[in-house]
């Protein structure tokens, strides 16, 4: 990635901070070529602060660390896009956001999230390790349980109603997807290619 850095009289670039998985805009905070360095070295943020005049990795002292997941440069090579998975809160206030912005409506990615590590770090008792444990077969047959009460909801119910059938529609998906290996991105892809 190619950043000009000498477009400003001070060496520095705007960098735009976004959770990785909410796509939330986090923090703005600014760069040199040092400060960039040591975040792509290692992978986790600093900033050039302009009120310290000097570089500041974020969460040097609450270890609300900001870790990278992606970086992006922008057209002009002057502003930087950092996607990251962030410890704690962003923003000094205690917030989610320096913007404070309301919590992304994205939960269903960290749902998956959620799902994913109940596979990883198994919990005795959690609904997911008893689904899982079940196998496949009961994990299908819960989405096609839940698709039909579902379409149920939707035709003869209430509004309240259908929203928490499709919600447990959703989270057995959710599951069914995870127990095959797939994800939420795999199904967006192809979602975007049949757009196309």
Not at 56 to 75: A, I, M, Q, R, Y
Not at 155 to 176: G, R
Not at 177 to 192: C, D, F, M, V, Y
Request: proline letters at 2%; hydrophobic letters at 35%.
């Amino acid at each position: 990635m190619k950043i000009d850095f000498n477009k400003s009289a001070d060496g520095l670039v705007p960098v735009v901070i976004q959770d990785s998985q909410t796509l939330e805009v986090l923090m703005l905070g600014y760069m040199d070529q040092e400060a960039w360095d040591k975040t792509q070295a290692e992978k986790i943020v600093t900033f050039y602060s302009r009120s310290k005049k000097r570089l500041w990795t974020k969460g040097e002292t609450s270890n609300n660390f900001l870790h990278v997941k992606e970086s992006f440069v922008d057209c002009d090579n002057d502003t930087i896009l950092i996607k990251v998975k962030a410890d704690g809160p962003t923003c000094h206030t205690g917030s989610r956001s320096c913007f404070n912005t309301e919590y992304n409506h994205n939960f269903i990615s960290e749902l998956e999230n959620i799902i994913a590590d109940r596979y990883a770090n198994p919990v005795e008792g959690s609904y997911v390790n008893k689904l899982r444990n079940k196998g496949l077969n009961k994990i299908a047959q819960k989405v096609g349980e839940e698709g039909v009460e579902t379409v149920i909801a939707a035709l003869a119910e209430t509004e309240t109603d259908l929203i928490n059938e499709a919600s447990d529609l959703v989270f057995h998906l959710l599951v069914l997807l995870r127990e095959k290996g797939l994800s939420l991105e795999t199904i967006a892809k192809n979602l975007e290619s049949r757009h196309k």
